[in-house]
């Protein structure tokens, strides 16, 4: 049904020509059946019916280099990579396929939460934190100052900026806040000490390249 691309995944024969579009590229990637409307919607199973499938533990990614304005990775990223190099793959790939000011949003279960927890696929936990070391400007003013954060951004070589953050809560604390019966306070010291606060995380991202 699909043939295989050189280190690329599986991919589609009927879906080669969409590679080389060149309008506006915007990628679902593991789309799972949460297809979008004007996004190449993308998946391993062909089950799923995705426009295009591929594997993106499989590197390098079939798509070109600065060739993609937009990324969603909805409930995506914890299940890749459960080996380090393969994980700092992806993130590789996902900066090389973006283009200058891409927009890349991606959506993960926090790990202190069940949902994280009880899925045996999820192979890592992703934090709102962990994009941060993917930032040079950040990097280079850990190494100044002489904290001991890992510079991932300048060992990897990609660049990634944090322009906004959304965070979803279980409950009952998603009411006690928008009731006001909990502090900004102690609902922050309940989101970092207690677990089922933080449901899921969103992070938008933009790709900063010279």
Not at 1 to 9: F, H, K, L, Q, T
Not at 182 to 203: C, G, P, W, Y
């Amino acid at each position: 049904m699909w043939r295989r691309v050189a280190g690329g995944g599986a991919v589609m024969p009927a879906n080669k020509a969409r590679l080389r579009e060149p309008n506006v590229m915007k990628l679902n990637l593991g789309c799972g059946l949460r297809k979008l409307e004007g996004y190449l919607n993308v998946d391993k199973f062909a089950e799923c019916d995705p426009d295009f499938v591929a594997d993106l533990e499989l590197l390098p990614w079939p798509w070109e280099e600065n060739s993609v304005d937009e990324v969603v990775m909805r409930h995506v990223l914890e299940h890749l990579g459960e080996r380090n190099e393969i994980y700092l793959g992806i993130l590789k790939e996902l900066y090389r396929v973006c283009r200058p000011g891409a927009r890349i949003t991606i959506t993960v279960p926090h790990p202190n939460h069940d949902d994280y927890m009880t899925d045996p696929t999820h192979v890592r936990p992703v934090t709102v934190d962990s994009f941060q070391l993917l930032s040079k400007s950040n990097c280079r003013e850990w190494q100044e100052k002489g904290i001991g954060n890992t510079p991932l951004g300048l060992y990897l070589d990609v660049d990634f900026e944090i322009v906004g953050t959304q965070i979803v809560l279980d409950e009952p604390w998603g009411t006690r806040h928008t009731e006001g019966t909990i502090s900004e306070q102690d609902l922050a010291f309940a989101m970092r000490h207690h677990l089922n606060v933080i449901k899921e995380t969103t992070s938008t991202l933009t790709v900063v390249k010279n």
